[in-house]
């Protein structure tokens, strides 16, 4: 299976837009205050757990918000479009 880095980079785009890298910087930059917080509802033994499914429900967010956005998942179909389009004149260009 061969995957096109143009085609990956359109679905990174879209799935994990810039708007979501700031928050994840600002929460980054929390992580003592949440951390603490997490502690006191989650036991010690079930952190890692606990994190995992916080990992897992954002993921999850994102890629619903991802498939939800009428406008933004028109945008990818039209990135994805140019890109077939640009193969198929470079496989014609070079044929």
């Not at 979501?20 to 509802?41: A, D, K, Q």
């Not at 918000?65 to 470079?90: C, N, P, S």
């Amino acid at each position: 299976m061969d995957v096109d880095p143009a085609v990956l980079k359109a679905y990174i785009d879209h799935f994990l837009p810039r708007e979501v890298v700031g928050p994840v910087v600002v929460v980054f930059s929390l992580e003592g205050v949440i951390n603490g917080i997490f502690n006191l509802y989650v036991p010690q033994e079930h952190a890692t757990v606990g994190w995992g499914v916080v990992f897992v429900l954002a993921l999850a967010v994102v890629a619903y918000w991802g498939t939800v956005d009428d406008e933004a998942v028109e945008e990818l179909h039209d990135r994805l479009d140019e890109i077939e389009d640009e193969e198929v004149q470079t496989d014609s260009e070079t044929s």
